[in-house]
């Protein structure tokens, strides 16, 4: 939950559906913007550029990290262990890349280490795309069975859940009252970051374990701040 006042946001992971649970069509999103923001930097200078490779090495090394944690140790049945040390190498270069950007970000060795690179980021992505990601989709119910942990290694990452997320149909938006609602059926995670005092929250996050409305929650309590 995100809001204030009476209407609350939610984001529930729907773990009821089949078809819908494709982890890949996120990933393919975190690519895109990846795509972009070499873009934006190859266009960019000065203190802008240094912002930009920033949100680069963020946005990369949790995407890195989410197919690592989740999707590797998951696939290996389906592709075998050679595919999984395959992108962990991959990734290994393009960490090594990005702390290059970030040491030359002012000098002029910045652009041959953009280069070098983004040229490696596009090459794991058109494997990824073109080959790893059909494979898994063809995989029975791997993909379904991922989204679950996948989906909560994002939210821990603090990996984007924006309307293209919604598009995965990992994600099913609810606008309700959040100290009313509750879901038809026991969920894996809830999420809440209500705009409320401390006891409240506490207290409502405690009736839905006592209810077995969800199985793990990840809640703020907010502290009022020193005047």
Known sequence: WVGRGVTRSHDRLAADR???????????TD???????????EAAEGTERHALVDELATALNGHMELEESVMYPAMVSVTGPEEVEEGENEHLVAREGLAAMIELVDEPGCGAALESTKAG??????EEEDD????????GNLLEEMATPFMAKRLELGLPMDADALATGLIEHIRADGFHWQPPKPIDWMVCDMVETPSKVARR???WFANGWCRNAI?????????
């Open 18 to 28: 089949s078809d819908d649970m494709d982890p890949t069509r996120l990933l393919e």
């Open 31 to 41: 690519h895109r913007q990846v795509e972009d923001l070499f873009d934006r930097i």
């Open 121 to 126: 980021i596009a090459h794991h992505v058109e």
């Open 132 to 139: 790893l990601f059909p494979q898994l989709r063809k995989a």
């Open 205 to 207: 996050m405690a009736q």
């Open 219 to 227: 809640f703020n309590l907010k502290l009022p701040m020193k005047k």
